[in-house]
Structures are given as structure tokens and as C-alpha cells.
């Protein structure tokens, strides 16, 4: 009986380590254009489309109206209702330029990351900067599409004048 629990044992033992095995990416060879993460292959950030081909920035380039919520009880700094643009970086095909966020002169650099299949080009780094006085801590946000309106919702994480936000802006385009 003895012998049978350290067959059994070694066997779960060598099924969950075969079960890992299927997520890593040892042996997984993706085409060009493409990585892989987790086990599956996805487009190099900045491209999505079944072949990767697609620049992932250009649905993001263009003018866009902001709205800030930063919760019940939270006046925000920032003013309702200003515009952005957003601008394809020249030095690389997955940053973005946020031209005038805050109303500031400075743009703001972001990159389109992907991490899964089918979600290429979905999301948005807002890199740790300072932009016009205001200090952006790594902020995230995802682009939708709901109702023929087209968004960009980032929860960005800032400092002004020793205060410190976590408000989520809401990038409507226009």
C-alpha cells in the first residue's frame, strides 16, 4: 500500500508539473510580429489584427474631450470638459503623445501594451512623469467602444500641490 501512495503522489506530482509546462512558452513558436506570454502568442505591442500588421496607435490618434471623476466627495483640480489630442509617438510604433492633458503645454507619453489574444491593442500605460507640475505616477486604461462612442478610461494616479488623486478620466472622442 505503501508503494501504491508513492506511485500516486508521483504521479499528481508529474501531472501538475506537465500542466504548468502547457503555459510557458518554451516550446510555443509564433509568427512574425508576434511574442508569446503565458503560453500563447500575441502581437508585439503597438500592432494587433490577425496578422499583426495593423499600428495599433492609429485608432487613438485624434481629438478628444476629458472628463475627470475622482470620487464622491473629491473636488479635482482639473477642469470638465477640456480637449486632448493624441498623437502617434515617432520613435515607436506603441507610444502615444497625450498632447494638453491638464491643460498643460506638455504632452504626456503612454504606450498601447497588449497581453492577451484579442485584447491587442486595448490597453494604455501612462508612464510615471511629470507633466506641466504634475506628477503621473504608472497609471493603466483600456479603449471601448459602447453605442458607436468611442473612450479611453484611464484611472490616473497623480500629485498637485502635495494632494494626491486617483481619478478616473474619461477620454471621449470626437
Known sequence: MERFTKIFFAAIFLLTISSCDRKSCTKVVCPSYEGCYQGECVCFNGYEGTDCGTLSATKYIGNWVVSENCGSGVTSPNP??????????????????????FNSANGASA???????????????????????????DSYGNYTTSNGAIQLVIVLNYSENSFNYACQETFTKQ
Open 111 to 137: 504606450e498601447i501594451y497588449n497581453t492577451t489574444p484579442g485584447s491587442e491593442g486595448l490597453q494604455v500605460h501612462v508612464f510615471a512623469q511629470n507633466v506641466g507640475g504634475i506628477a503621473i505616477t
Open 80 to 101: 470638465q470638459g477640456y480637449q486632448v489630442s493624441i498623437t502617434a509617438d515617432p520613435s515607436s510604433p506603441s507610444n502615444l503623445i497625450i498632447n494638453n492633458l
